[in-house]
Nanobody, 118 residues
Framework: VQLQASGGGLVQVGMSRRLSCAASGSAIGFGTMGWYRQAPGKQREFVASISRGGSTNYADSMEDRFFISRENAKDTVVYLEMSSLKPEDAAVYYC????????????WGQGTQLTVSS
């Protein structure tokens, strides 16, 4: 199984950005997929997740600016649309995917760096 995250880069404060994560290696797709982030010197934190059926969860501080979605056709691509970006949103963003039949089995991508300049 591989998860390939992309879409990071340098963005100005107040702008928007969309991250993508493509998962491969499972013929039956994946269960819940989500995004986490880790800023320098901080622990990795949950950002948002979306179930195979489309139910979403967000970290309390991000629900009004971030939107997670999933490509229904394949259930293997997940997006994170971020708006009104702030300097504190700068981090490495990681995607995570769970096995369809066992939620305790999960996979991580390599991360994509987002830098927010003021």
């Amino acid at each position: 199984v591989q998860l390939q995250a992309s879409g990071g880069g340098l963005v100005q404060v107040g702008m928007s950005r969309r991250l993508s994560c493509a998962a491969s290696g499972s013929a039956i797709g994946f269960g819940t997929m989500g995004w986490y982030r880790q800023a320098p010197g901080k622990q990795r934190e949950f950002v948002a997740s979306i179930s195979r059926g489309g139910s979403t969860n967000y970290a309390d501080s991000m629900e009004d600016r971030f939107f997670i979605s999933r490509e229904n056709a394949k259930d293997t691509v997940v997006y994170l649309e971020m708006s009104s970006l702030k300097p504190e949103d700068a981090a490495v963003y990681y995607c995570r995917a769970h096995s369809v039949f066992n939620d305790r089995i999960d996979y991580w991508g390599q991360g994509t760096q987002l830098t927010v300049s003021s």
